[in-house]
């Protein structure tokens, strides 16, 4: 009998973790098919790189109004049904970027397509770190790994629209299509009753120092994730100059998917402490490798780098996050995912101005510095914790 309910209690927890792994692999292809084709809206709109900074600066402002409703649904509801309906508006959202055809529709459809973004990360987030803690061993490193393989399906998927003359009206449709049928068809095999009960309100008054350490973290890292999603194609088709300007991105999403799989051994070989500093020097290394040699193979190595640097920044602090003694996983995640998404949102507007005011080749330096700051801030979050 106690054999049974043991398999039973393995089988569903296999369950929740391949459907969760479903829906960050989904949320990594509708992620990529946007922003690999931010050179296409650029083109189409007619945008300087000032400008399509400020269609851009659209998504933080976006994610930032959306922390009082996300800190709501942690409170009110298990993480599965945010989840459900973040995916649903995304993908819905995604389409009607696609068919935009003035400036404004086109920003009414990102701020919508961000806020949504925000919700189920954070809900998916959650359910990783709550799920987490059913298994003995690591493994919030390959649900990121999976987003980031479907951020290379994503490209992919992309590349072969492009090359077959297929418009981004098309294109999106399919994606948006295929992720509500697939998110209806998974939800119901989700992690159910994970609701927390305290540590939901946001405390006003001195900032969470272990929090903020955290925050500042997944904010560097993000802007040089956001800056690689947002601007890769860009910086390949107008400084490196080849038409298949979704290569550097495509190498970036495969280094850092294939580092992401491999983050949770290296977590528990060489230590968090160590993985940060690692991981800076490779982003602002692979960074300054593509500014000083602008070719198309510097470029690549360039950006492979960057790829394996930014992998592990995020899913350990997310692991991290969770054990906040004074925030339930699903509130902490929420703060802290506030910092990430203003950096992977804000991260490119930032650029734009920048490249718009010298050049893009220039611009990209911002990059190398955010990637170096991650060193400073993680000495600063262990001293906190040893403290």
Partial sequence: ??????????????????????FFFLAGICFSSWASRIPTIKLEMSLNDAEL??????????????????????SKFDSRWPLLGGFLVHAIFLFIIGISDSVLFLVVAIF????????????????????????DKKIVGSFHALWSLGGIAGVGFTTLMIANGIGIKHHLLII??????????????????????????ITLGKPDPH????????????????????????????VIKVELFTAGYLVFMICMAFSRFMSDWFMHKLGMPTMYVISA?????????????????????????????????????FILAGTSKKYSPGMAISIIATYAMFGILAGPPIIGYLAHA???????????LS????????????????G
Avoid: H
């Fill in 1 to 22: 009998m106690g054999d049974r309910i043991s398999k039973s209690r393995l089988d569903e927890k296999i369950k929740q973790r391949i459907a969760l792994s479903i």
């Fill in 53 to 74: 900074g400020s269609v851009l600066l659209t998504m933080p402002i976006s994610s930032i109004s959306g922390l009082p409703f996300s800190g709501w649904l942690v």
């Fill in 358 to 368: 010298v050049n893009l080749r220039v611009s990209f330096i911002f990059l190398a």
């Fill in 112 to 135: 919508f397509f961000a806020f949504s973004m925000r919700v189920q990360n954070i809900a998916i987030n959650t359910q990783s770190i709550m799920l987490q803690k059913k298994f």
């Fill in 176 to 201: 948006s299509i295929t992720t509500l049928i697939i998110s209806f068809f998974t939800f119901r095999f989700l992690q159910k009753g994970d609701r927390a009960t305290s540590g939901n309100k």
């Fill in 211 to 238: 929090i903020m350490a955290l925050g500042f973290l997944t904010l560097f890292a993000a802007i040089c994730e956001g800056g690689m999603f947002d601007w890769s194609g860009v910086y390949f088709k107008e």
């Fill in 281 to 317: 020097s490779l982003i602002a290394s692979g960074i300054s490798l593509a500014i000083i040699f602008p070719t198309f193979w510097t470029a690549m190595i360039g950006f492979s780098l960057v790829g394996m640097g930014t992998a592990s920044v995020i899913p350990m602090t």
């Fill in 371 to 386: 990637g170096m700051a991650i060193v400073p801030v993680s000495k600063w979050f262990f001293s906190i914790k040893r």
